[in-house]
């Protein structure tokens, strides 16, 4: 069975820095792209960064600079790193992993497994 799961999520203030973790079984998944995505109360699923099976990251406007994704060499494990956390960084965030083209790797319909979601959440 496939299955990603993801971990590390908290309480923090802003400023702080949390890691994540997306830990994925049942299945090699160094062909993939692992992404992250998060999604606050009330608004839709959101691209927040992805490393491709080629090592290659792309980050969202928002998160650029301050995050940082990436994903061990067997590419079953893969991290993010969030620095200078904003309280408009509080949502559950996702790992996913999928083949999207490069034009679509923002499109969560581009992504075949999910991760349960891990709450991040910081004050101000």
């Known amino acids: 069975q496939v299955q990603l799961v993801d971990s590390g999520g908290g309480l923090v203030q802003a400023g702080s820095s949390l890691k994540l973790s997306c830990a994925a079984s049942?299945?090699?998944?160094?062909?993939?792209?692992i992404a992250w995505f998060r999604q606050a109360p009330g608004k839709e699923r959101e691209f927040v960064a992805t490393?491709?099976?080629?090592?290659?990251?792309y980050y969202s406007d928002s998160v650029k600079g301050r995050f940082s994704i990436s994903r061990d060499n067997d590419g079953n494990t893969m991290y993010l790193l969030m620095d200078a956390l904003k309280p408009q960084d509080t949502a559950v965030y996702y790992c996913?992993?999928?083949?999207?083209?490069?034009?679509?790797?923002?499109?969560?319909?581009?992504?075949?497994?999910w991760g349960q979601g891990t709450q991040v959440t910081v004050s101000t």
């Open positions: 996913a992993a999928g083949r999207p083209i490069l034009s679509a790797i923002q499109n969560p319909n581009m992504y075949y497994y």
């Open positions: 049942g299945s090699t998944f160094s062909g993939y792209a």
């Open positions: 490393v491709r099976a080629t090592r290659q990251t």
